[in-house]
């Protein structure tokens, strides 16, 4: 199956799956509520740790 919408929040953080991109997008809603400003460059270890919890949690759903 594949999953085009993907999205995880955690605290002020979201990370976002751009699907245009087929890359993770991370946003800090407290600084930037536009989410005009990514940080997954910037920040590769939250991005690999949020997306991590994305994949056990749909691995928790998918069966």
């Known amino acids: 199956m594949r999953i085009c ?3 995880v929040r955690q605290g002020d953080w979201k990370l976002v799956w ?3 991109e087929m890359r993770w997008e991370l946003y800090n809603l407290k600084d930037d509520r536009s989410e005009s ?3 997954a460059v910037k920040q590769p270890e939250r991005v690999a740790s949020m997306a991590s919890d ?3 949690w749909w ?3 998918e069966n």
């Open 5 to 7: 919408h993907r999205a």
């Open 18 to 20: 751009g699907a245009s």
């Open 37 to 39: 400003r990514g940080l």
């Open 54 to 56: 994305w994949e056990a």
């Open 59 to 61: 691995k928790r759903i």
